[in-house]
């Protein structure tokens, strides 16, 4: 993953000091794009963005947390997940931002989907798990476009296709990513587990014909039935419906 810090793309100073976020306050990730169609990519879009909301808009800093190419998947530090953003009227000390650059009503690339994944990943490591809206569930707005709002309200759900070693190196960061957390908190209906982790897990089920309904992320008693399904045809695994460090690798790793 190509990870380009604020001091990397030269960001400039904010006006005043950035405020914490309080993980206590986080409740999720809220997802927009810049919405400029047919517009330069990368560090130009970062850098107009930033003049738009210092010079134009007269906030503090670049508002969103984080930005995603849309072609290269690439990502560009914002405030970075530690600080309150200004993206979300209302909800910016409750959420984190991550902004796609580009036209959203368009399909990014498959990077930059994995990207965004990776992202949400992050903030439920360091926070918790939560939900992933779009801006315009917030508010009468066509952010973040047509394409993106619709992907991302239906749970992510589409996979991106393996195109590249680059893009496989992504999709099993991201997978190693969720092992790491399943380690430390195992999966379970009982725990009333959701997020990224339960969704991948409900996926690799259906993927292996395993029924446990659609994947929505939430860790109930079909999910639950599946995983004892699963754990049955290991004949090394007890199944107890918990997805721990070695039902995740029994899933993902063989």
Same mark, same amino acid.
Request: with cysteine.
């Given at each position: 993953? +190509?990870?380009?810090?604020?001091?990397?793309?030269?960001?400039?100073?904010?006006?005043?000091?950035? %405020?914490?976020?309080?993980?206590?306050?986080?409740?999720?990730?809220?997802?927009?794009?810049? #919405?400029?169609? @047919?517009?330069?990519?990368?560090?130009?879009?970062? =850098?107009?963005?930033?003049?738009?909301?210092?010079?134009?808009?007269? !906030? $503090?800093?670049?508002?969103? @947390? !984080?930005?995603?190419?849309?072609? %290269? #998947?690439?990502?560009?530090?914002?405030?970075? *997940?530690?600080?309150?953003?200004?993206? %979300?009227? #209302?909800? @910016? /000390?409750?959420?984190? /931002?991550?902004?796609?650059?580009?036209?959203?009503?368009?399909?990014? /690339? +498959? *990077?930059?989907?994995?990207?965004?994944?990776?992202?949400?990943?992050?903030?439920?490591?360091?926070?918790?798990?939560?939900?992933?809206?779009?801006?315009?569930?917030?508010?009468?707005?066509?952010?973040?476009?047509? !394409? =993106?709002? $619709?992907?991302?309200? @239906? #749970?992510? +759900?589409?996979?991106?296709?393996?195109?590249?070693?680059? =893009?496989?190196?992504?999709?099993?960061?991201?997978?190693?990513? =969720?092992?790491?957390?399943?380690?430390?908190?195992?999966? /379970?209906?009982?725990?009333?587990?959701?997020?990224?982790?339960?969704?991948?897990?409900?996926?690799?089920?259906?993927?292996?014909?395993? $029924?446990?309904?659609?994947?929505?992320?939430?860790?109930?008693?079909?999910?639950?039935?599946?995983?004892?399904?699963?754990?049955?045809?290991?004949?090394?695994?007890?199944? +107890?419906?918990?997805?721990?460090? $070695? %039902?995740?690798?029994?899933?993902?790793?063989?």
């Amino acid at each position: 993953m +190509d990870y380009i810090s604020r001091k990397e793309w030269g960001a400039r100073p904010p006006k005043r000091p950035l %405020t914490p976020l309080r993980a206590s306050r986080v409740r999720g990730v809220v997802i927009h794009h810049t #919405g400029v169609k @047919n517009a330069l990519g990368g560090l130009s879009a970062v =850098l107009s963005a930033e003049r738009h909301h210092i010079d134009t808009r007269g !906030w $503090n800093a670049i508002a969103y @947390n !984080w930005l995603v190419d849309a072609s %290269t #998947g690439r990502i560009f530090e914002g405030r970075g *997940m530690e600080y309150v953003g200004g993206a %979300t009227k #209302g909800w @910016n /000390s409750r959420s984190v /931002s991550v902004c796609l650059i580009g036209w959203g009503d368009d399909q990014p /690339s +498959d *990077m930059a989907l994995a990207s965004i994944r990776l992202l949400v990943q992050k903030v439920q490591d360091r926070y918790g798990d939560g939900w992933v809206k779009t801006h315009r569930m917030f508010k009468s707005t066509r952010c973040p476009g047509e !394409w =993106l709002g $619709n992907w991302v309200e @239906n #749970g992510m +759900d589409s996979t991106p296709s393996i195109v590249s070693p680059s =893009l496989m190196d992504q999709i099993k960061m991201y997978i190693d990513a =969720l092992y790491e957390q399943v380690k430390s908190k195992p999966l /379970s209906r009982w725990r009333r587990s959701k997020g990224e982790a339960v969704r991948e897990v409900q996926k690799k089920l259906l993927e292996k014909g395993f $029924n446990c309904g659609t994947a929505d992320g939430v860790f109930g008693r079909r999910t639950q039935s599946a995983v004892k399904a699963f754990q049955r045809t290991q004949g090394f695994l007890k199944a +107890d419906g918990v997805v721990g460090r $070695n %039902t995740f690798h029994a899933m993902f790793y063989r």
